[in-house]
């Protein structure tokens, strides 16, 4: 799959089930602010999502669905759950806002790779219904907590994902990102099919971010604890780069903070994680969707 300028616009899908997002996520560990934000069009509205952490707290979070939204040609006239982003300049540049009650953040995002594509074609992307490309970012601006404005100069990630995802045949779908410099990361994503008995049976795909330059991962391996509540704690990857012949990258991470989200008639365990990776250390986001009645019953909104 080639990228192309043109993929940045929204697209509009003939099925119902279709579904069109962008998302935007960041990580200061030195500011110890943290966040999410994700707005989409599908099923005849907008809909949108966005989280913010202040160290291991959850600082203010919201969510909306169906929003009247009319045919749209570009992402500045999409807005829900307070989310509003704007395409600067084509695979390159963009700018996301989130207005909630108790925090909210106004930043700007500038590529530092090229985009990594999941193509339709892919496993992933056959078993999870969609594709599209993910970039990483370096990230300017401010994040408000309550009556703080806290200046940020991070790294991140911009992602635009679309398709007509089936979750009657999906288990769950896992979305990892490892940021551990402007010249290193790694984005994995993981679909299990509803009849999957064994982990192993999971379609993953992964790059890993070299110099700017996204390297698809020959054979990318995630293993995960999770908490009594199927809550994402720690994780392991095992990146090996080339089917015959040199060794694993290998990467450990913990969780640093998160909350677990009802989106309608699915379950998001949303987190962000600190990680370690071959001498050098990072932030980056692990989110688990699933289908609410997989396994879990409780709160809407919980804390880590």
Known sequence: MTVSPGDEAPRAGVDRAFRDAVTFSFGDSEAKVFGLARVGLGGGGASGF?????????????????????DVEAWDAVSAAGV???????????AVTYDGDEAGFDLRFEAISAPAALDGEDPVARVGGLAGYEQLCSVTGTVRVGG??????????RGHLWGAPDWSRIELARTLSAWMGAD???????????????????????????????????????????????????AGLELWMQEEGGHALRAAGEVLCGTTVELG?????????????????????????????????????RRR
């Open 84 to 94: 509003r982003s704007k395409v600067e300049t084509p695979l390159e540049a963009w």
């Open 265 to 301: 008639d699915l379950r998001l365990d949303s987190a962000f994680f600190h990680w370690r990776m071959e001498g050098r250390q990072g932030t980056g986001r692990y989110d688990v969707l699933r289908r609410a009645s997989a396994g879990w019953q409780g709160n809407s909104r």
């Open 50 to 70: 966005a989280v913010v952490y202040s160290g291991d707290e959850l600082a203010g979070a919201s969510t909306e669905a169906s929003v009247a939204a009319g």
């Open 148 to 157: 703080r404005s806290i200046a940020v100069r991070c790294l991140g990630q």
């Open 184 to 234: 290193r990361a790694v984005t994995l994503t993981a679909v299990r099919p509803a009849k999957a008995k064994h982990h192993d049976e999971e379609a993953i795909a992964g790059f890993l971010f070299d110099g700017g330059t996204p390297v698809a991962i020959f054979d990318p391996r995630l293993s995960t604890t999770y908490d009594g509540e199927l809550r994402q704690r720690r």
